[in-house]
């Protein structure tokens, strides 16, 4: 770190600024900050809205654009430049990484490898081989082998895991990657809904945002939707039997439910909603002796021509106190104006009329079912994942995965035949320093060598 | 009576009280063997509360509902105090250091007390709705929370360290039974590692499931925002250590304002502000 300190001063202040980790911590303290003010103040109401807030705050808020705080343009803002710090981070520290990564670990002198904290020596027996003693160490402690000859003698090296310094690019690319498909989601997909009753079709969506339909490329048909409970009332399932219909063929055939989408041609549909569309019969005895029995189903008008009736139902309730409720509305030519009423099931209600005068009985409900859908295409969402699964394989490399070295010296000095092993590891010591114990005790002239 | 799994964990808050009050005694008085009864009481508990969250799955079998015990206000404040206790057992055990335990017991002791007796709580298993009905929400909810209870254990750490190195003479009484400032840095730096970790696999496994469940990865709603909070203050904590100056006093004030956030994710966002993650509130 104070190496690069040192490089930064030596830099254009521009590059020094948008790479320093200084611009790092103070836009992830105010992007935690500035974060806030969306979830406090609600979001994407229509701007009269904020009126309630006073005209000052009004003013801001409308400046500030904080009715969509994480679409406002300086929460934008605020995003690109943290993009930036982490391009222009990355990019600074590539030749110190490089440097690091190509550096040859052979070159160490002889005095150095004895002062690491890391070390031990023994005096070898004098008929023992170097070649014997290298080929077990080879064998024992694994990893890059490579050697050369030093100072009259000869130095090994094993080394594991110098790709790990590769594991601080995975995990801040992995941020800049999920940005990325966050952008292609914004630029290429769209999200819609889809409100279809039992039997019925559709070959387009109506977008969330707009209200404008989009085409889909196929149709999706429903087919029957059903609804189960738990026994204390709660819903357990919801399922819409769907078809997918492409160029007139049935292409997925498959129960819809929350939690398990179903994905075609890119698009993928997910069960959001539903409401219960009820077709009641009434039974209507008039004081003038006429009655009728009628079929009333949802957002139709129905008439009853010999009486100048026409009704329809307002709102509906599936229980109320146990049976079904449906509010009607009711014209005639009474000279009146319409009037609403409601209905329970089993029980009369009289309606007067200036000529008239109604009995009212709600006699059976058959409900049918309208399955509201949503619509997403995502293009950009594998990449988020494969940001997300690169954030956590970064996390894990940049804390868990360490370099280690194990040098292995054999010569002369002294007139005595010497071995000395030294090591260091730039992450989890302590680990290592098992390791290290484990390998020399592995190694036949090491096991019982002084410290 | 029916003892039923929410009398277990009752029982099991006033065990998890009587060891945050002997680690508390232990600190304060030196006392060796307070420090080993503390220790077994809590394993006690731990063992005790392990059984009835063990218990209280095979309950929901039996209600016919059929789900790990993680899905609402109570059991979740419960599951967070078992991982805190978890966590604290762990380092207690890797560091031999027991005052540790004096600032972390009673973080578990609070969220199950409250769970257990904060009428406002209910401890019914309730069903799962079908939004809830998700391995992804499952996976959620345990990785998040083992990300908040080490957040926990890092908050006491840096209680720890600033009364440490407030102190005329850090050395002396009751401070100088603390572990040094060094070490404290040290498993504070350690624990929010892990904390992050965490609560990142928890913020992804959320997303994951929110895409499947109503297909959207990421909607800001409050929650969501509020844990992205805190992961800003906790890669906050991560980078300043690569600045210099900010060593352990500033980190110990981002742990404890961390874990300010994560206590606000977990309650503000339900008591004060509207959104999805409304418990049990039908979809
Ligand atoms: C939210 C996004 C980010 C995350 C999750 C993240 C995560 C991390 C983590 C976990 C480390 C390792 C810390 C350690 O070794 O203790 C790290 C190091 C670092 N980060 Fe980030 N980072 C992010 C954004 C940035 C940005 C925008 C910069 C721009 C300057 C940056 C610069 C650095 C530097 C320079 C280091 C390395 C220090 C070193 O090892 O010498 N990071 N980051």
Redo the contacts with the bound molecule.
């Keep these: ?1 104070v190496t ?1 300190e040192q490089n930064h001063s030596k830099s254009n202040p521009v590059i020094r600024f948008f ?3 200084r ?2 911590i103070f ?2 303290i105010t992007l935690a900050i500035t974060s806030i003010i969306g979830t406090v103040l609600p979001q994407q109401e229509p701007l009269q809205f904020y009126e309630r807030y006073g005209p000052n705050i009004f003013k801001i808020i409308k400046a500030l654009h904080l009715y969509d705080t994480y679409h406002s343009w300086w929460y934008v803002t605020l995003l690109v430049l ?1 993009a930036i ?2 391009v222009v ?1 990355t990019f600074k ?1 590539l030749p110190t990484t490089l440097r690091l990564y190509k550096r040859d670990n052979l070159d160490i002198s002889l005095d150095k490898l004895k002062h690491m904290r890391i070390f031990k020596q023994v005096v070898l027996p004098k008929n023992v081989s170097y070649e014997q003693i290298i080929s077990e160490f080879k064998e024992v402690a694994g990893g890059n082998i490579s050697e050369k000859p030093l100072e009259n003698g000869k130095l090994v090296l094993s080394e594991k895991g110098k790709w790990s310094y590769w594991g ?1 690019y995975i ?2 690319g992995s ?1 800049l990657v999920i940005f990325a498909g966050a952008l292609v989601g914004i630029l290429l997909g769209f999200k819609g809904s889809v409100s279809l009753l039992e039997g019925e079709a559709t070959n387009h969506c109506i977008q969330e945002v707009t209200g404008k339909p989009i085409p889909l490329g196929f149709t999706i048909k429903c087919n029957k939707f059903t609804l189960s409970y738990y026994r204390n009332g709660t819903p357990k399932d919801y399922r819409s039997d769907l078809s997918i219909i492409d160029h007139g063929k049935v292409v997925i055939h498959k129960i819809l439910r929350v939690n398990h989408p179903i994905t075609y041609k890119g698009i993928t549909i997910y069960q959001a909603s539903y409401q219960a569309i009820p077709r009641i019969t009434i039974k209507i005895v008039a004081s003038d002796g006429q009655q009728k029995i009628l079929q009333v189903p949802a957002f139709e008008r129905i008439t009853w021509p010999q009486e100048h009736v026409a009704l329809g139902i307002m709102r509906y309730l599936p229980s109320v106190h146990g049976v079904p409720a449906a509010q009607l509305w009711w014209a005639d030519d009474s000279g009146q104006p319409p009037v609403a009423i409601w209905l329970l099931q089993g029980e009369q209600r009289e309606l007067r009329r200036s000529n008239n005068i109604y009995q009212l009985s709600l006699i059976n409900v058959t409900e049918s079912y309208m399955t509201g859908l949503e619509v997403k295409k995502d293009p950009g969402v594998w990449l988020v994942w494969i940001g997300c699964g690169l954030l956590l394989a970064g ?1 894990l490399i ?2 868990w995965a360490s370099h280690r070295r194990i040098w292995l010296w054999i010569g002369e000095e002294n007139g005595k035949k010497i071995a000395i092993m030294a090591g260091t590891a730039n992450k989890n010591k302590l680990r290592f320093e098992r390791d290290f114990e484990t390998i020399s005790e592995k190694l036949s002239y090491f096991s019982g060598g002084e410290k | 009576m029916n003892i039923d799994s929410s009398h277990i964990l009752s029982i099991t808050t006033f065990v998890y009280m009587a060891a945050a009050i002997l680690y508390i005694s232990y600190w304060v008085f030196k006392a060796k063997r307070l420090g080993i009864v503390a220790t077994t009481v809590t394993i006690i508990g731990f063992l005790m509360q392990t059984f009835a969250l063990g218990y209280r799955w095979y309950e929901s079998y039996k209600l016919g509902y059929g789900h790990a015990p993680l899905s609402n206000l109570y059991e979740s404040l419960v599951f967070f105090a078992w991982v805190t206790i978890a966590v604290y057992l762990v380092i207690e055990w890797r560091t031999k250091s027991r005052i540790i335990g004096a600032f972390a017991t009673p973080f578990a002791t609070f969220a199950i007390a409250y769970a257990s007796f904060n009428p406002s709580v209910d401890s019914q298993i309730e069903p799962l709705v079908p939004a809830l009905q998700s391995n992804w929400l499952l996976a959620h909810v345990i990785t998040c929370f083992l990300g908040y209870a080490s957040f926990a254990v890092a908050c006491g750490l840096a209680i720890m360290y600033l009364i440490k190195s407030k102190s005329p003479n850090p050395e002396e009484g009751v401070t100088g039974a603390l572990p040094s400032l060094k070490m404290l840095d040290d498993l504070m730096h350690q624990t929010i ?1 892990f904390g ?1 970790l965490w609560l990142s696999v928890g913020i992804i496994t959320g997303s994951i499931w929110a895409n499947r469940a109503w297909g959207s990865y990421w909607s800001w709603d409050p929650k969501e925002t509020w844990s992205l909070i805190t992961w800003f203050i906790y ?1 906050t904590a ?2 300043a ?2 600045v210099k100056g900010w060593r352990g006093k500033r980190i110990a004030i981002l742990s404890i304002i961390g874990f300010c956030s994560v206590i606000f994710t977990y309650f503000g966002v339900n008591y004060l502000l509207a959104g999805l993650h409304s418990y049990a509130a039908p979809q």
């Design positions: 770190m690069q790479s320093s980790v611009l790092a836009l992830l943290f710090n982490l981070c520290r601080l995990l801040h941020i996390f940049v804390f | 590692i992050f890669a991560l980078h250590r690569f």
